[in-house]
């Protein structure tokens, strides 16, 4: 069994989305002024590699730890996309429970570039995942929807799904048949960074 790390590193100066708070992990203990160390974390929940809960858009939509964590992991189909998610993309997802959006995006990460001219899904892809049984989205890029749009984000979290966003490490899956586990906080919020992991089983 293989195990691939699919999370960036939450670290301080690391990129946030436009607008959004920074990420600071802050020790107010350390070696040099006592004998452990003990840090304090301030941070947007959409810092990193994370996911987004309908309540990001719902407000009667499931929070973080109302989701069931049977529902955050599964078997995955990685399907590759240049910039838009299209219609004939999503052919044969039937017993597919994760949708992973692999455009190698994340190779911008840490540049400015990465937050413009993102990847995205088209409406109608979004609808037809909608009436399928995905659970969830996965994309290695900072948004579904183009920047500035939010309509991808309320076509799936009012729908129920739930969205992450800012994969990484998508090049080294090789396999086809993948499981795919994205792990939050149990935060009563309406995202929380994920540690996001692929299991390669091999048959
Ligand atoms: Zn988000």
Not at 49 to 69: C, E, M, V, W
Request: no cysteine; aromatic share 8%.
């Amino acid at each position: 069994m293989q195990i691939i790390d699919l999370s960036h590193v939450l670290t301080n100066g690391m990129p946030v989305f436009p607008q959004d708070p920074p990420f600071i992990l802050e020790e107010i203990i350390n070696f040099e002024n006592d004998l452990y160390s003990l840090s304090i974390l301030k941070t947007g929940l959409h810092a990193g590699t994370h996911i987004d809960a309908p309540y990001h858009f719902h407000s009667s939509g499931r929070k973080i730890n109302q989701i069931k964590l049977k529902d955050l992991m599964g078997t995955a189909k990685i399907i590759d996309v240049e910039k838009e998610v299209k219609a004939e993309d999503l052919q044969s997802i039937e017993n597919i429970e994760i949708l992973v959006i692999r455009t190698s995006w994340s190779n911008k990460w840490g540049k400015k570039e990465y937050f413009e001219d993102n990847p995205y899904l088209s409406r109608k892809a979004a609808e037809i995942i909608t009436e399928s049984q995905i659970k969830g989205v996965g994309i290695d890029g900072p948004s579904v929807d183009p920047p500035g749009e939010i309509t991808i984000h309320k076509k799936l979290l009012t729908n129920g799904l739930w969205v992450v966003e800012n994969l990484n490490n998508l090049d080294q899956i090789k396999s086809t048949n993948v499981e795919i586990y994205f792990i939050p906080l149990p935060l009563e919020g309406e995202a929380s960074p994920v540690r996001a992991f692929a299991k390669i089983v091999k048959k």
